[in-house]
């Protein structure tokens, strides 16, 4: 009989989950079995054995929650794209919620207070800011987040488009998305620029489409973000590039004050509801920042100017989204399409058969469409 632990630390969440609402102490003697049971559950397991074994244990948690149902003897029915993402994501969840319930404790220094368990006390200071000294707990999952996220940012993402090493990498931040879907740089890189005195970068993330416009020619580009750890790791990129000079970081939402005679956004291209703070790069729900770019665009369009707008079609062929859809919300906005650019995607997922949206993610095209001021 496993007892509840009274007087917890306090409960530490990127994504804002709630905490478990019971923990009982786990350590080494515990088999993969009985955790996966009590994580099903939503037990938490606050571990008090060897940190390399809490790993261990984790992997076991997540090889379980990947373990296929038997097929049954009658023949498969074709599942409609939409059904296949919802539930998709809804298995997702459900594998995040279970893996969650490992979790560490952490003291007020972000030391680990466990056997054999590593110092990463720069990868939390990067992710968190400062310690605050107050003790707290955190999943195992999350913690292993932050270390991964720590290495991108110390060895960086090669980014052709901006020249020959060294001084072509881009380092992402905690919580910022990484620019690995190389293909939608290209489109940046390649179209043609007919006014380079002034570009707005709507969605700045890592900055590497400003450090691309800067590298094309363009002389004063005004960045844009919401997110206050995006504008960080904009500014500590285009300062190892440098192309600092060139660049105004300005946090705000969408648009900058003023018109400009280029203006690019790359928005979230599946409308869906986030589950975590750095999803906010692919899923967003109602296509707002989408909408919002179309709807404001032309006001911030300078005479004769051209928006450039990065949009993946996945939407499209998992039913979340239609062509007519977003064509009319470029024609409601006043706006016409110049042309468009298209490119395949060079990422795993594409080519990956067993991927469960594999059928829409085959058909995927990123587009670059070049949008202007209707007549």
Same mark, same amino acid.
């Given at each position: 009989?496993?007892?509840?632990?009274?007087?917890?630390?306090?409960?530490?969440?990127?994504?804002?989950?709630?905490?478990?609402?019971?923990?009982?102490?786990?350590?080494?003697?515990?088999?993969?079995?009985?955790?996966?049971?009590?994580?099903?559950?939503?037990?938490?397991?606050?571990?008090?054995?060897?940190?390399? /074994?809490?790993?261990?244990?984790?992997?076991?948690?997540?090889?379980?929650?990947?373990?296929? *149902?038997?097929?049954?003897?009658?023949?498969?029915?074709?599942? %409609?794209?939409?059904?296949?993402?919802?539930?998709?994501?809804?298995?997702?969840?459900?594998?995040? &919620?279970?893996?969650?319930?490992?979790?560490?404790?952490?003291?007020?220094?972000?030391?680990? *207070?466990?056997?054999?368990?590593?110092?990463?006390?720069?990868?939390?200071?990067?992710?968190?800011?400062?310690?605050?000294?107050?003790?707290?707990?955190?999943?195992? &999952?999350?913690?292993?987040?932050?270390?991964?996220?720590?290495?991108?940012?110390?060895?960086?993402?090669?980014?052709?488009?901006?020249?020959?090493?060294?001084?072509?990498?881009?380092?992402?931040?905690?919580?910022?998305?990484? @620019?690995?879907?190389?293909?939608?740089?290209?489109?940046?890189?390649?179209?043609?620029?007919?006014?380079?005195?002034?570009?707005?970068?709507?969605?700045?993330?890592?900055?590497?489409?400003?450090?691309?416009? %800067?590298?094309?020619?363009?002389?004063?580009?005004?960045?844009?973000?919401?997110?206050?750890?995006?504008?960080?790791?904009? &500014?500590?990129?285009?300062?190892?590039?440098?192309?600092?000079?060139?660049?105004?970081?300005?946090?705000?939402?969408?648009?900058?004050?003023?018109?400009? @005679?280029?203006?690019?956004? /790359? @928005?979230?291209?599946?409308?869906?509801?986030?589950?975590?703070?750095?999803?906010? %790069?692919?899923?967003?729900?109602?296509?707002?920042?989408?909408?919002?770019?179309?709807?404001?665009?032309?006001?911030?369009?300078? *005479?004769?100017?051209?928006?450039?707008?990065?949009?993946?079609?996945?939407?499209?062929?998992?039913?979340?989204?239609?062509?007519?859809?977003?064509?009319?919300?470029?024609?409601?906005?006043?706006?016409?399409?110049?042309?468009?650019?298209?490119?395949?995607?060079?990422?795993?997922?594409?080519?990956?058969?067993?991927?469960?949206?594999?059928? %829409?993610?085959?058909?995927?095209?990123?587009?670059?469409?070049?949008?202007?001021?209707?007549?």
């Amino acid at each position: 009989m496993l007892t509840p632990l009274d007087n917890l630390p306090t409960w530490r969440a990127e994504s804002g989950a709630a905490a478990p609402r019971r923990v009982v102490a786990a350590d080494d003697t515990m088999s993969a079995d009985t955790a996966y049971r009590l994580a099903c559950e939503g037990t938490g397991l606050l571990w008090r054995g060897d940190f390399h /074994n809490a790993r261990q244990l984790l992997q076991a948690l997540a090889r379980r929650t990947e373990r296929k *149902p038997k097929k049954s003897k009658k023949p498969e029915l074709e599942v %409609a794209p939409l059904q296949a993402f919802n539930a998709h994501r809804q298995a997702l969840g459900q594998r995040a &919620r279970i893996l969650a319930m490992v979790i560490v404790p952490m003291d007020g220094d972000y030391t680990i *207070p466990l056997r054999r368990a590593p110092d990463m006390k720069l990868a939390c200071t990067e992710a968190w800011g400062p310690a605050s000294g107050e003790a707290c707990m955190v999943s195992m &999952r999350e913690l292993l987040g932050v270390v991964g996220a720590h290495e991108w940012r110390k060895n960086g993402v090669e980014i052709a488009a901006l020249g020959d090493a060294p001084h072509n990498r881009i380092h992402p931040h905690y919580g910022v998305f990484s @620019p690995v879907r190389g293909e939608y740089v290209d489109l940046v890189a390649n179209a043609p620029i007919q006014n380079k005195a002034l570009a707005f970068d709507i969605g700045v993330g890592t900055g590497v489409l400003s450090a691309v416009l %800067a590298k094309r020619g363009v002389q004063r580009i005004v960045a844009t973000d919401q997110d206050p750890r995006a504008l960080a790791c904009a &500014r500590e990129n285009l300062k190892r590039l440098q192309r600092i000079d060139k660049v105004e970081l300005v946090q705000t939402d969408l648009f900058p004050e003023g018109q400009a @005679p280029l203006i690019v956004c /790359n @928005p979230p291209w599946v409308p869906a509801r986030p589950s975590s703070p750095i999803e906010h %790069a692919v899923y967003d729900e109602g296509s707002r920042m989408l909408r919002g770019f179309l709807s404001g665009l032309r006001a911030h369009l300078a *005479p004769g100017g051209e928006g450039w707008l990065i949009l993946s079609d996945l939407a499209e062929h998992l039913g979340l989204r239609s062509r007519d859809e977003l064509m009319g919300w470029i024609s409601e906005a006043s706006l016409q399409v110049l042309g468009r650019t298209d490119i395949k995607p060079r990422h795993g997922k594409a080519t990956d058969d067993t991927d469960p949206l594999h059928d %829409a993610r085959a058909k995927e095209v990123t587009s670059l469409w070049r949008l202007a001021a209707a007549a």
